[in-house]
């Protein structure tokens, strides 16, 4: 398979990174079907896609009117029937071994053959989720950043079994959307960004919890003294900080105690309102 027999996708997932990829591949010019275990999850999902359309139309960033890229977007719950008849998955569930390795076992059954099953995964191994398939050389990582309507980057990794007509696949299809892809052709832990960036988030958690800096002195100093767009918590607060929490569990990393406790409060960053910043009653993340 080529670029070229790509023209129906799937999104597995319809939170951040799921409705926001599903939104990038729609503007491209794809049919995509995005898919959540629940209805409610999906129509929220559609719904942020709605919004930032309209955000990107008013700032002429896209060519088309956003109902004609919203004509191009279905919805769906039923896995069998989101995927039954797509050239490529790129599944954004949660990150969890179990999980994925479940869904990818239905894939196997659901997909057409010459499917490409490509994971959105922050830091799970590619090898092992694609051991839950019968066609492991179809299993790829296609790691976006969030948002993805506005980060450029896609990571694309290689699996012990991925061929490179697979991988080559993804990486013409991901410059389609007008992304730039990077091969990661080791299936590390974190692939490279995470890899770089998790000691960075962990380090200013680790000052913090010891009462070193505050938090908004240590994104202060990112941001002023390093030029960083945001720092460590306001971008935890923007991924979730959940997120985080679980990839540092799944790869047995030792948790800052600042982390543990905003988990163990619910307050996950932007999603709920309030994560290391409060964004309904306080002042977000202003630091100056
Ligand atoms: N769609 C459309 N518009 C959006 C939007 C979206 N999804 N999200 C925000 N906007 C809008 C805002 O509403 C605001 O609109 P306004 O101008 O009308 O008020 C505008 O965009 C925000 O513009 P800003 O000037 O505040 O911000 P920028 O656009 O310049 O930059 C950013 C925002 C791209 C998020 C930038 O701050 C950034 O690059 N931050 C770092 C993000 C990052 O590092 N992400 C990677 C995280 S790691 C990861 O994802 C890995 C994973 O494995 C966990």
Redesign the pocket.
Known sequence: MSVDDIERVAVLGAGNMGH?ITEVVAIAGYDVVMRDIEQEIVDEGYEDIQ??LE??SEKGLVDEDADDVMARIDTEVDLETAVEDVDLVIEAAPEQMELKKEIYGELTDFTPEDAILASNT??LSITEIATATDKPDKVVGM?????P???DLVEVIYGEETSDETAETVYDFVESIDKTPIYVRKDVNGFV??SV?GPFGDEAGWMVSADEATIREADATMVHERG???GPFE?GD??GID??YHVRKEAGKPVPPIVEEKVEADELGQKTGKGYYDYEDGDGADYG
Not at 143 to 147: E, Q
Request: positive net charge.
């Open positions: 926001g919004w930032s955000k990107l922050s830091s790691h976006f950043f969030n948002p309507v506005k980060m960004v995470n960036l960083y767009p945001m971008l923007l991924t997120i985080g």
